[in-house]
């Protein structure tokens, strides 16, 4: 397992954009597949990107391709969410994770390292 610890999310206005940032402790993490998901209340938990330990090769939800763009540098050990024109209904914790993995894992289950969330709320 790796930790990870998001950053970046706040209040936007909509049609505005946020850069979320996961930063992972650790020296494997370019072996590591990483995600973001997200969970509005009441809501359940799902995925928003994922992107592969290399970062060649990326997923995302049907609804959010084109306003989201998920990255990583190995360099860093961080991955980023960039997030633009930013509607209310975006609003929800995020949450990174990650999983050792050569393939792009995309279910919940998939991931064993989960940072604790961070908030985006997203104003009409």
């Known amino acids: 397992q790796v930790q990870l610890v998001e950053s970046g999310g706040g209040l936007v206005q909509a049609g505005g954009s946020l850069r979320l940032s996961c930063a992972a402790a650790g020296r494997t993490f370019n072996r590591y597949a990483m995600a973001w998901f997200r969970q509005a209340p009441g809501k359940e938990r799902d995925l928003v990107a994922a992107?592969?330990?290399?970062?060649?090769?990326?997923a995302y939800a049907d609804s959010l391709k084109g306003r989201f763009t998920l990255s990583r540098d190995n360099a860093k050990n961080t991955a980023y969410l960039q997030m633009n024109s930013l509607k209310p209904e975006d609003t929800a914790v995020y949450y990174c994770?990650?999983?050792?993995?050569?393939?792009?894992?995309?279910?919940?289950?998939?991931?064993?390292?989960w940072g604790r969330g961070t908030q985006v709320t997203v104003s009409s």
């Open positions: 994770a990650a999983k050792s993995s050569l393939g792009i894992p995309t279910l919940m289950s998939d991931f064993d390292s």
């Open positions: 992107i592969s330990w290399s970062g060649d090769s990326t």
